[in-house]
């Protein structure tokens, strides 16, 4: 199998992406155990998880959110995959592991002599419950953004029955799992997405009470107002920019916002970004707006998220839709693609 690696060329602080800002290597080289090092592990790629906070890492600083990718270096995500040679014990050839740095490579090597460098990368074995569920749900439904929802919305959120949440773009990675815990803890849920057809799946597949194509709305507030008569009591953010304005403009007192993310301002040029005009309603109706990192609450959560998701997926009561895109040399077009809003569910290239 050819081993393709995607490094960053050229940052990209403000603007589009283009696939022009990445370089793909290939080689035929394909690493054994005589390739390897003391404690060292090499790794077949099976899918990384592609998602709009890399975004960020391309810009070429480093930020609060999230350290910059360097130039010339492999761009790196979530991902799984097989051991296909070992030096190490505890991970022998033929397991899986996952982790949070996966570089965008056919084939990896990691060096796991240093227990804090194992512990910085996340990386673990799949095995008892982990090993007994498809490959690809460790970058799906039991991955970063779906754990995410389930941190955000219960966590942040607080919710309560008979709530009204809005969620918008709410057929992505993070969105659809949020959606769906929504109207499981009996919570009035308002969907926003950016095409009919994604629209449909909210409403059909999802079950979400109301959902809209935010591309065919000219005033959010308006929108807002009449599909949530009753006020706004949970707003899970993915957007930022103009959304959060309206969803300020109908919050209602004691309000919880769940920041996790303002994919629409990541590609704006400099100087464009908008600035959110309604912070006193923040004040003014004594709303949480809480923003959160997820990395942060792996130790303390991650383990009661799996739990709750596998029992909700076995038992066919929580589906969780992926858009995969076969082969490592691809993954850049599928950021571009991805951060142009022309994925439908969960990003994900298979290796």
Request: proline share 5%.
């Amino acid at each position: 199998m050819p081993n393709a690696t995607v490094l960053l060329k050229e940052p990209s602080p403000y603007g589009k992406l283009t696939t022009g800002n990445f370089e793909v290597r290939r080689s035929t080289k394909v690493p054994t155990e005589a390739d390897l090092g003391p404690n060292q592990i090499a790794v077949h790629t099976r899918y990384i998880s592609i998602d709009p906070y890399l975004r960020m890492r391309m810009s070429g600083t480093d930020g609060p959110y999230a350290t910059g990718y360097r130039v010339g270096s492999p761009i790196t995500s979530f991902g799984v995959g097989d051991v296909v040679a070992s030096r190490h014990p505890d991970y022998p050839q033929g397991c899986q592991i996952t982790t949070s740095a996966n570089p965008w490579s056919t084939y990896a090597i990691y060096d796991l002599s240093d227990p804090q460098l194992v512990a910085a990368l996340q990386l673990t074995k799949l095995e008892g419950p982990l090993a007994d569920v498809p490959l690809n749900w460790h970058v799906g439904v039991l991955g970063m953004p779906s754990f995410t929802a389930w941190y955000g919305l219960l966590e942040i959120g607080k919710p309560k029955a008979g709530e009204t949440l809005v969620v918008s773009a709410a057929s992505g990675a993070v969105g659809q799992a949020v959606v769906q815990l929504g109207k499981s803890l009996g919570l009035r849920v308002v969907a926003a997405a950016g095409t009919d057809e994604k629209v449909a799946y909210l409403k059909d597949t999802l079950k979400a009470d109301a959902a809209f194509n935010y591309k065919k709305v000219d005033d959010y507030t308006k929108t807002l107002k009449e599909l949530c008569p009753k006020g706004i009591d949970i707003y899970f953010d993915n957007i930022g920019g103009e959304f959060l304005d309206a969803v300020l403009a109908n919050v209602n007192r004691c309000a919880r916002i769940a920041a996790c993310g303002a994919i629409s301002q990541y590609q704006k040029d400099e100087g464009q970004t908008y600035g959110v005009k309604n912070l006193m309603s923040v004040v003014g109706n004594e709303v949480t707006f809480q923003g959160f990192i997820i990395l942060f609450h792996y130790q303390t959560h991650y383990v009661k998220f799996v739990e709750d998701i596998t029992k909700r997926v076995k038992d066919g009561k929580f589906n969780y839709k992926l858009d995969i895109t076969k082969g490592i040399e691809n993954a850049p077009q599928t950021m571009v693609d991805m951060m142009e809003g022309r994925n439908f569910g969960k990003t994900v290239v298979e290796g």
